[in-house]
């Protein structure tokens, strides 16, 4: 599977979802995430991310957020087609520490 990671955190560019084949990624008010169980690893995703927010879940980088990708994909609706992203979005863009100050 690929995973969604915390650079996503307040981008929420969804490009991910315009070139997904399968609804895989859900939607949680600050980001994204894969449903590992739905995800076919075809890859297409990863390099369409303007954050640089998505690995293969075989990057040692990604390992802690795999867990994270299966809690809330359980808990957050999927999102189907490419939304605008927020307003400032490119503010938030590789800033660090996303997810503890912006996650909730
Ligand atoms: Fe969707 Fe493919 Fe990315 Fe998995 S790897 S989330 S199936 S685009
Ligand atoms: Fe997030 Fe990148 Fe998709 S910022 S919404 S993983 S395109």
Redesign the pocket.
């Known amino acids: 599977t690929y995973v969604?990671t915390d650079?996503?955190v307040r981008?929420?560019?969804?490009?991910?979802?315009a070139v997904c084949p399968v609804d895989c990624?859900h939607e949680g008010e600050n980001?994204?995430v894969i449903d590992p169980e739905v995800c076919i690893d075809c890859g297409v995703?990863e390099p369409?991310?303007?954050?640089d927010?998505?690995l293969a879940d075989t990057d040692p980088l990604a390992e802690k957020w795999l867990a994270l990708n299966r809690q809330y994909s359980a808990k957050w609706p999927v999102i189907s087609a490419q939304l605008p992203p927020p307003q400032d979005a490119q503010a938030f863009k590789g800033l660090d520490g996303k997810f503890e100050t912006h996650f909730s």
């Open positions: 969604v650079a996503c981008c929420k560019f969804t490009d991910c979802v990624f980001m994204l995703c369409e991310c303007p954050a927010a998505i």
